[in-house]
């Protein structure tokens, strides 16, 4: 799998209530598959933030995360700029489990709820560690 949801559309997605805004998306860690998620990303007509591009980001990560504290390279709707999708920079799906969840429009790929869990625990953030609670809270 190159791509699942994560945060917190994934956390109301595995069943707890959460208002978020943006769609944050992990990777399988690869120049092919992040070249292809901003292809995919600047074709539904969102732009970048900031000034890099795919080839930067992939090249450039350790240093961007380290030294920019990038954790995520945020997308936007310039038309609408609170519709956003973040893709984690800090995080690779490689080795993660999947789950597809059947919406009435389709279906949508998210990161396992015990992978989820564990991402954000790793997080830290006290929303992240309150989401990691109340999926663990879901049993």
């Known amino acids: 799998?190159?791509?699942a949801v994560v945060g917190g559309q994934a956390v109301a997605l595995h069943g707890v209530i959460?208002?978020?805004i943006d769609v944050d998306v992990a990777l399988r860690w690869t120049r092919q598959t992040v070249?292809?998620?901003e292809a995919a990303l600047r074709g539904m007509?969102?732009?970048s933030r900031i000034p890099v591009t795919a080839g930067d980001v992939f090249d450039l990560r350790d240093y961007y995360a380290r030294e920019r504290h990038l954790n995520?390279?945020?997308?936007?709707?310039?038309?609408?700029p609170m519709d956003e999708v973040d893709i984690v920079v800090n995080y690779d799906?490689?080795?993660k489990n999947v789950a597809d969840i059947r919406l009435s429009s389709g279906l949508v790929r998210v990161l396992s709820r015990g992978d989820l869990i564990e991402m954000e625990k790793r997080s830290g953030r006290p929303?992240?560690?309150?989401d990691a609670d109340a999926l663990e809270g879901l049993g």
């Open 1 to 3: 799998m190159d791509y």
């Open 18 to 20: 959460r208002g978020t």
């Open 35 to 37: 070249v292809d998620a």
């Open 45 to 47: 007509g969102l732009e």
């Open 72 to 80: 995520a390279w945020n997308f936007f709707d310039p038309e609408a």
């Open 93 to 95: 799906l490689a080795g």
């Open 127 to 130: 929303q992240d560690l309150a």
